[in-house]
């Protein structure tokens, strides 16, 4: 049914930016909320991001807020996510996930990952 295929990731270096995009394909969906997570090995999935579809401010995690910026498109169904000074612990697989129910306690759909190298 509906997938979520992430893009944009690759290697930059230390201060440098990245912008990664999700478009979803399949059926269409009304989500309640994208988001972004992301995944350094040996370590546990870290939220970065998310927005509520109908509106709002969106949300960011404490290490990264202030240097990445969480972006909607509501006719798509898609979300970007600019990264700026960027930092070596940066480094890690960005998931994209979506939520259909604002009750639901995990997000039920994911992408692949794409993944975010920041050399220093």
């Known amino acids: 049914q509906v997938q979520l295929v992430e893009s944009g990731g690759g290697l930059v270096q230390a201060g440098g930016s990245l912008r990664l995009s999700c478009a979803a394909s399949?059926?269409?969906?009304?989500?309640?909320?994208m988001g972004w997570f992301r995944q350094a090995p040996g370590k546990e999935r870290e939220f970065v991001a998310a927005?509520?579809?109908?509106?709002?401010?969106?949300y960011y995690g404490d290490s990264v807020k202030g240097r990445f910026t969480i972006s909607r498109d509501n006719a798509k169904n898609a979300i970007g996510l600019q990264m700026n000074s960027l930092k070596p612990e940066d480094t890690a697989v960005y998931y994209c996930?979506?939520?259909?129910?604002?009750?639901?306690?995990?997000?039920?759909?994911w992408g692949q990952g794409t993944q975010v190298t920041v050399s220093s």
């Open positions: 996930a979506a939520k259909k129910f604002a009750f639901a306690k995990e997000y039920e759909y």
């Open positions: 927005i509520i579809w109908s509106g709002g401010s969106p």
């Open positions: 399949g059926r269409t969906f009304s989500p309640y909320a």
